[in-house]
């Protein structure tokens, strides 16, 4: 199978706006170049490198990109032409956000996978975790590693949202404890969770690709079915997946997006047992206050707020 290698060049400003629009489009999977963080690297690395290719720098001013891929069939196509109409309602927006303009390369199926791995490099998060990619052998020093392989469809960790929620978790968990983890996607969270040294953690998402690619990435850490449950469900909707997770969690997770979790906020304590902690993130800016606002209405206390690259993470009880 072939794959679509798209860009959407923009500048520095435009990342988060394209990021968002691509994020609402379900497309989440993205490699960012930025030319702030190129300029920042240099500055910060002089002692590594004594010539700089010009032609890099000159390609570089002024310019951010977005990557994704996309499969070369009729549903990449479509969304394909989904995220050119988003494109042509951030251009008319007359902020400046540069070209905005979008390129694309075909790609077969190994060149997708080691032109992703050569931006995919072990991501050292908070205090404690180290974030590794199976291909790579890296000694993790006094962090506990916790290894991934997001396969075609999910996330690195590295996205703001997930290293917000990551961050949280590894300050909640001291040991023993029960997890639940609400759209849980590649399992990074809850995977690192146990890693971390909870006792067991319960998951669930609506993707039914989510239970073999969470179940993989938690063998690759050693962790087993007999502390670790993945269930395929809308606990929105579901009221049986809702009996059947059950309740008394110490700590339950939710890294999905502000509608979700305004409609988790009645909920979710139900799931947590008497003094448990909700971690919440995948809020945009925009929608932070009324979220706060449904969570503090639902009687969850919001303790800690977090913020990173315009995405907010709450810590409640």
């Avoid at 995919?120 to 990619?133: M, Q, S, T």
């Avoid at 799931?271 to 800016?285: A, K, N, Q, V």
Wanted: hydrophobic share 40%; aromatic share 8%; with cysteine.
């Amino acid at each position: 199978m072939n794959w679509l290698e798209v860009h959407i060049d923009t500048n520095h400003a435009g990342l988060d706006p394209v990021e968002t629009m691509l994020s609402s489009l379900d497309v989440d999977g993205v490699v960012i170049d930025d030319e702030t963080e190129f300029r920042e690297f240099l500055e910060n690395n002089r002692q590594y490198w004594d010539y700089v290719d010009e032609d890099l720098s000159r390609r570089m001013e002024g310019l951010s990109r977005v990557t994704f891929y996309l499969q070369a069939d009729e549903e990449g196509f479509a969304k394909l032409g989904r995220v050119r109409l988003a494109l042509e309602d951030l251009r008319s927006q007359g902020q400046d956000w540069g070209s905005l303009i979008m390129s694309l390369d075909n790609l077969a199926d190994e060149d997708w996978e080691n032109n992703w791995k050569q931006y995919y490099k072990p991501i050292e998060i908070g205090e404690r975790l180290l974030v590794v990619p199976r291909w790579e052998t890296v000694d993790p020093g006094g962090r506990v590693p916790l290894y991934l392989d997001p396969g075609l469809t999910f996330g690195t960790g590295d996205h703001a949202t997930t290293r917000l929620c990551l961050a949280a978790l590894e300050r909640e968990i001291r040991g023993g404890e029960r997890v639940l983890d609400l759209g849980c996607g590649s399992g990074i969270l809850s995977i690192a969770a146990l890693k971390l040294g909870a006792a067991s953690a319960a998951a669930a998402d609506i993707d039914r690709m989510c239970l073999d690619v969470a179940y993989e990435n938690a063998a690759l850490n050693g962790v087993g079915r007999d502390v670790y449950d993945v269930r395929v469900g809308d606990v929105l909707s579901d009221e049986s997946l809702r009996a059947s997770l059950g309740g008394g969690y110490d700590v339950v997770l939710a890294n999905i997006v502000a509608d979700v979790i305004i409609g988790l906020a009645p909920l979710v304590r139900s799931f947590l047992r008497e003094g448990g902690t909700f971690i919440c993130s995948g809020i945009i800016d925009g929608r932070a206050e009324e979220t706060a606002d449904r969570l503090r209405g639902a009687g969850l206390s919001i303790l800690e707020t977090h913020q990173r690259k315009g995405w907010y993470a709450y810590l409640c009880r």
